[in-house]
């Protein structure tokens, strides 16, 4: 197959709750603002960048965001106007191609391959800046895990590329927590093997990484030189599905969380294979004996139809994402984020 470079812009608004708020609000401006749960068990969404001096950053709670910076201006989440925003901003995106992946509410992949991407990433943050006052970092590369990794590197209104040529120098210095998937867990692993950098993945063997992690091991080992597949996926479904049950009696067995889990994941998977779909946000939902609801998610590098994967992940959410000893009423697991991909079987075979 031969492999043309691709230019792909990863979009970033920075600290995009905020800087709303900011706008919308002139008092605010120049103050450090913090946006999110305002209960005692929120959490922070998104703290401005004077808010981020005091050491505040997002999905820490807010009672500790409040002592950090009790100062601050904590306002709730007005997440209508916020999605209103991100049309405006998608509006803007599609003028200049149709080839978008949006990944959140505030951050998209643009393929503008054959294009000038710096001249389009010029483009987009000039017309962002004057049709919604607001500012944009922007990433440019060759593939999604760099244009990703470019965009977070002069923030806030930042343009930064990072060329094929300078790739394998570039990544060398960087912790191998900048590479895509790698959290503190992987880390961990990683460093009992004396890795800590990129540049040590790089002179690591690659069958001993496969070895010892499968899948992800050889995932590590070529993102470490910069090489990253998966293209920008058009085809997001803009739905989800999911099993829920409320139980008869309250639940305080986590063992009996985990076996309802199971039995979703297995429904859901053959949801997913029997529409061609794959799904890349998995989201685990828990109503308390006091009916209260909390909901954790997370979003796979790989979209999968796979039950185990499914299944793993929404356990790893239950076991390490709810930390409450209280009595559950209601337990439920949602897929999200859903592909349609043009070749559901090449685009397993690229991973
Ligand atoms: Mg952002």
Known sequence: MVDLDRQILHIDMDAFYASIEQR?????????????????????????????????????????????????????VNMDKYKRVSRQIHEILYKYTDKIEPISIDEAFLDVTGKNSLF??????????????LTASIGISINKFLAKLASDLKKPNGLTIIRKEEVVNFL????????????????RELSKLGIYYIGD????????????????????????????SRPVE???INQSIG???????DINNPK??????????INLANKLVSKGYLARTI????????????????????????????FHTGKQILLNKFKSEKNVRLVGLTLSNLIYPDDPIQLSMKI
């Open 24 to 76: 919308d609000n002139p008092k605010y401006k120049g103050k450090p603002v913090i946006v999110g749960g305002i209960s005692s068990r929120g959490v922070v969404c998104t703290a401005s960048y004077e808010a981020r001096k005091y050491g505040v950053h997002s999905a820490m709670p807010t009672k500790v965001a409040k002592k950090l910076c009790p100062n601050g201006i904590f306002l709730p």
């Open 120 to 133: 389009i990433a010029k483009d987009i943050k000039r017309d962002i800046q004057k049709e919604v006052n």
């Open 172 to 187: 060398k210095p960087l912790p191998v927590s900048k590479l895509w998937g790698v959290g503190p867990k992987m880390e």
């Open 201 to 228: 993945i790089q002179r690591y063997d690659k069958d001993v990484l496969i070895t010892l992690f499968g899948k992800r091991g050889k995932e590590i080992y070529d993102f470490s030189f910069g090489i990253d």
């Open 234 to 236: 058009v085809n997001i």
């Open 243 to 249: 099993e829920e049950e409320t139980f008869k009696e």
């Open 256 to 265: 009996l969380l985990i076996d309802k889990l199971r039995l979703y994941s």
């Open 283 to 310: 989201t685990v939902k828990i109503k308390y004996d006091d009916f209260s609801i909390e909901t954790r998610s997370i979003t796979l590098n790989i979209p999968t139809n796979d039950e185990r994967v499914i």
